[in-house]
């Protein structure tokens, strides 16, 4: 099975600042890579699919890149609404893998 | 509009059954593979099962083969989830999600139904 390590697995921030998460994979999983956006008691919602697409509706401050193994999400211009969870997820072969979060907290 | 709703969890003894279901709308099922993920309390969320459009393809998590079947009615637009032999380790909440076409990523979820397994 594909390990996916998400790091770091919390940080705390301010309105403004710009975030970056770092997801890896432990085989390669080209740019099948998604990232995916939890808030508590809710369903996680879709951010970014094949590394660096936008799901419909999200905003540009939320940018992904990556390929193979090594994949980033940065949110630029943290707004209050993103203070939340964010999960990695490879599905480049089954089983698919999530990340195990990162959490993004008030500063 | 999108929208896929969980229903069937609930309170059950270790070693006994439930049956989720999923139903969608909003969208032509029969099109799409569909999956389930689960999260336990204060975990992080866990892949469970894919199943393709027509049933050809079915993949399971190895934590829930043998364990757990996932079937599709095209006809009633309905995803369900047979959970058989249930653990107090499968007690978390369940969402039901779709496959973007064409990639295989998640694009919508719903919004999951808890399942405890407690004696």
């Known amino acids: 099975d594909i390990q996916m390590t998400q790091f770091p697995s919390s940080l705390s921030a301010s309105v403004g600042d710009r975030v970056t998460i770092t997801c890896r994979a432990s085989?390669?999983?080209?740019?099948?890579l998604a990232w995916y956006q939890q808030k508590p008691e809710k369903a996680p919602k879709s951010l970014i699919f094949?590394?660096?697409n936008f799901q419909s509706g999200v905003p540009s401050r939320f940018s992904g890149s990556g390929s193979g193994t090594e994949f980033t999400l940065t949110i630029s211009n943290l707004q209050p609404e993103d203070f939340a969870t964010y999960y990695c997820?490879?599905?480049?072969?089954?089983?698919?893998?999530f990340g195990q979060g990162t959490k993004v907290e008030v500063k | 509009e999108v929208q896929l709703v969980e229903s069937g969890g609930g309170l059950v003894k270790p070693g006994g059954s439930l049956r989720l279901s999923c139903a969608a709308s909003g969208f032509t099922f029969s099109n799409y593979t569909m999956n389930w993920v689960r999260q336990a309390p204060g975990k992080g969320l866990e892949w469970l099962s894919s199943m393709s459009s027509r049933s050809s393809f079915i993949y399971y998590a190895d934590s829930v083969r043998g364990r757990f079947t996932i079937s599709r009615d095209n006809a009633k637009n309905s995803l369900y989830l047979q959970m058989n032999s249930l653990r107090p380790d499968d007690t978390a909440v369940y969402f039901c999600?779709?496959?973007?076409?064409?990639?295989?990523?998640?694009?919508?979820w719903g919004q999951g139904t808890l399942v405890t397994v407690s004696s």
């Open positions: 094949a590394a660096s």
């Open positions: 085989q390669g999983v080209r740019s099948w």
């Open positions: 999600a779709r496959d973007r076409v064409g990639y295989g990523d998640l694009d919508y």
């Open positions: 997820q490879q599905y480049n072969t089954y089983p698919r893998t």
